[in-house]
């Protein structure tokens, strides 16, 4: 088996080095495609954990009645946290809600003063929630439910702006779904092509093989070799050029690079792409043993 | 008994390239098939490798059949038999060496094996000088010989041999048929399509005239004398 094996990879690299002017077109056509991929990504990366970090801040906040005692709001914040979808609940008393604001906004604190010892924020209860329940539709169901609870007054959780950060949110999730689909269609379309050209350039040496008595596996292994090499390599080369414009670009335009689990993604979408390539060209090029 | 032809007919859409063939071939037997273009001589070589199977009756060769064989099998039948080619087919790329090892490493021989079987039959057939050489390197005489060695590097048990003079001069192809019968005195069956079958010396071989898909009655050289 492991001469087979020999024998094959002996194959393949025959092939790519009989055409080797053609495979470079092609890593060079498979690099470039992928780079408007990567770029794609780091955009969405970026954008995606500007998102993210907005998300992170979304939660609801109860402001209570003034008629509230401490020991009731205490037990309304009890009653929240074993409610679902709530991480966490914060009970921010009257004093503490005035000295926050006093060391937030030391320039307004006279305000207070202004207003009378009569005057008190309110007492309120933050609430922190499960990333899965961050949307707009599931926070403002959970605000609802609280909103009716005896002693609350007013329910604040972002509903002006929330809707369109969860949709924006959704789209580039599935904006980047998209892409990567359609780029590993086209990008499986391209090696496809190459190894179709590939095959037609090769047929006599496939026929003969065939005729001499090789499996069909022994046939094909070089050129689905070919694709996953040309994926490969051809992602790699992607990643360094986007690599490459992104160092340049940092200063003028901060911004982060693709994190590893994303680099990995890449390199397995182009062997992927590859593959399903050389696939789609040997099913269309082998050819029949002509006599 | 290696080949078994019974009834067999192959049909090109509505053409009858062969039709009701019955034919049968024992080891080691050295048989000739002649006939003009066209007659159907190729494609009796196809349905004998099994790079086309007939459209009627049943193709039988060393225990292969032609209802039976599964995609997986032609390997090991094809690895049974030689092919020689008039055009030769030569892979240009390749050196001779290269070339004749070709059937042995897609056997999955060892490296070592294929050097030691390669360096012998290129010994036998005066061709070691030229194990480094490419095919377009060689004259006509010699990319034939390559073919044949090529096809008798696996030891098949049986050698095809379709116009394998058609491109040769007289001299050369007399060489190339002298190499086919030495081939065949060792014990490999040959079965050599041609359209001067007078190329082969009377008494060595079993006559077959194939005209428009048919065969004729087995016809002797005496009987080629007189066509």
Do not use: C
């Not at chain 1, 269609?185 to 001499?212: D, F, G, P």
């Not at chain 1, 690599?243 to 982060?256: E, K, M, N, W």
């Not at chain 2, 080619?85 to 070592?112: I, K, W």
Request: glycine share 8%; hydrophobic share 45%; no cysteine.
């Amino acid at each position: 088996m492991i001469h087979f094996l020999k024998a094959s990879l002996h194959e393949g690299l025959l092939n790519i080095r009989e055409k080797l002017g053609s495979f470079l077109v092609t890593l060079l056509m498979v690099s470039l495609s992928f780079m408007v991929f990567d770029i794609f990504l780091v955009v969405s990366w970026n954008v995606g954990t500007v998102l993210s970090d907005e998300q992170e801040s979304v939660g609801i906040e109860l402001f209570l009645r003034e008629d509230i005692s401490e020991v009731e709001a205490v037990n309304l914040a009890d009653l929240i946290s074993v409610m679902e979808g709530v991480r966490s609940v914060y009970y921010v008393s009257s004093l503490e809600a005035e000295a926050v604001f006093r060391a937030d906004l030391p320039e307004q604190a006279d305000l207070l003063i202004l207003l009378g010892p009569q005057f008190h924020l309110p007492s309120s209860i933050q609430i922190s929630l499960h990333p899965d329940y961050r949307t707009s539709g599931k926070v403002s169901g959970l605000a609802r439910t609280v909103s009716g609870m005896d002693g609350v007054k007013d329910v604040v959780y972002g509903q002006e702006y929330l809707p369109g950060l969860t949709s924006a949110v959704d789209m580039m999730g599935k904006l980047v779904v998209l892409a990567g689909l359609v780029l590993a269609i086209s990008l499986s379309l391209i090696v496809a092509n190459t190894v179709r050209l590939a095959v037609a350039k090769r047929a006599l040496t496939v026929e003969i093989m065939s005729i001499v008595g090789a499996p069909g596996w022994f046939v094909r292994m070089p050129f689905l070799g070919e694709g996953l090499v040309t994926g490969i390599i051809g992602s790699a080369g992607s990643l360094l050029l986007t690599g490459v414009i992104s160092s340049i670009l940092s200063s003028s335009i901060p911004h982060d690079f693709l994190p590893g689990k994303w680099i990995l993604l890449v390199l397995l979408l182009g062997a992927s792409a590859g593959a399903a390539g050389s696939w789609i060209g040997m099913r269309s090029g082998i050819p029949k043993p002509r006599s | 008994m290696l080949i078994s032809f019974q009834n067999v007919s192959r049909f090109y859409n509505d053409w009858p390239a062969l039709e009701n063939i019955e034919l049968t071939v024992e080891p080691g037997e050295f048989l000739v098939i002649s006939g003009p273009s066209g007659a159907g001589k190729t494609t009796l070589f196809r349905l004998i490798w099994m790079g086309d199977l007939p459209t009627s009756g049943l193709v039988e060769v060393s225990g292969y059949r032609s209802d039976r064989i599964r995609k997986g099998d032609l390997s090991s039948l094809r690895r049974k038999l030689g092919i020689v080619f008039q055009d030769f087919r030569l892979l240009s790329e390749r050196t001779v060496f290269d070339n004749v090892a070709l059937p042995l490493q897609v056997a999955g021989y060892s490296p070592r094996a294929v050097r030691k079987r390669v360096f012998s039959l290129l010994a036998e057939m005066e061709l070691n000088h030229r194990r480094s050489s490419y095919p377009h390197e060689l004259s006509g005489g010699e990319q034939q010989r390559v073919a044949i060695a090529r096809a008798m590097v696996a030891h098949p048990v049986i050698l095809l041999a379709d116009e394998p003079t058609g491109n040769l001069d007289p001299d050369v192809s007399k060489h190339v048929i002298e190499l086919l019968l030495e081939i065949n005195r060792t014990g490999t069956a040959v079965i050599l399509a041609t359209h001067d079958p007078r190329q082969i010396p009377a008494g060595t071989a079993r006559y077959l005239y194939l005209d428009r898909g048919h065969l004729a009655n087995p016809v002797s050289w005496d009987g080629y004398n007189q066509l």
